[in-house]
């Protein structure tokens, strides 16, 4: 797949019209929020496109993307968006709203495999096997040819990946299970900004 990759520096620009439907990841300097930054957001639209924002780590100042996160009337498509959204409320100082996400789905669908990485789902659905060789890597400072194209490939096939599985848990029933988890995720990003890790479900 030929994928049109654009970077942007601080934010989206504001006359950017990527629908209602888009696909979102971030990169951090780790996954401690409080001690690892949020450096990049790369968003799709699901045709072929990747649009990779370098932040402005000293005021994270990005109006159009902060308004695009609370925009209720566009749809948001993670891979484990616990992490993302985490990093974008902390940082970006804004709650994302109206979210899927591929990994839960992918838990609830695909109760075949105990595998649910990007990686393996992309191989399953598209039929590629992306390199991941760049996820542990620098995303703080010039980025490299490399480096875009794995950031691109993070998020250019969530909307083809999302749809298969919604298929599967139409088909299984549990369609309903997905809906309500999805309504916990704002709750459980809260919890790991609360620095509650732990399952507090559990005994």
């Known amino acids: 797949m030929n994928i049109d990759i654009k970077l942007h520096k601080d934010d989206l620009p504001e006359d950017l019209d990527l629908g209602n439907i888009i696909a979102v990841d971030g990169e951090f300097m780790g996954l401690n929020v409080m001690r690892d930054p949020l450096c990049l957001i790369q968003i799709s639209s699901g045709k072929s496109d990747a649009h990779i924002i370098q932040l402005d780590r000293s005021t994270y100042a990005a109006p159009n993307l902060i308004k695009l996160f609370s925009d209720e009337k566009i749809t948001k498509i993670f891979h484990y968006g616990r992490a993302d959204m985490a990093h974008i409320q902390y940082y970006l100082k804004v709650e994302t709203k109206n979210i899927l996400d591929t990994k839960v789905a992918s838990k609830l669908a695909r109760s075949y495999s ?90």
């Open 114 to 203: 105990d595998s649910h990485s990007l990686k393996t789902l992309i191989k399953e659905f598209i039929n590629i096997d992306v390199s991941k060789q760049f996820q542990s890597s620098d995303f703080g400072g010039e980025l490299s040819p490399a480096q875009l194209k794995y950031c691109a490939n993070d998020v250019v096939y969530l909307h083809k990946i999302h749809k298969e599985l919604n298929s599967i848990l139409i088909r299984e029933g549990r369609i309903d299970l997905y809906t309500d988890c999805l309504k916990f995720l704002k709750t459980r990003v809260d919890l790991d900004l609360a620095l509650f890790k732990d399952d507090i479900w559990a005994h």
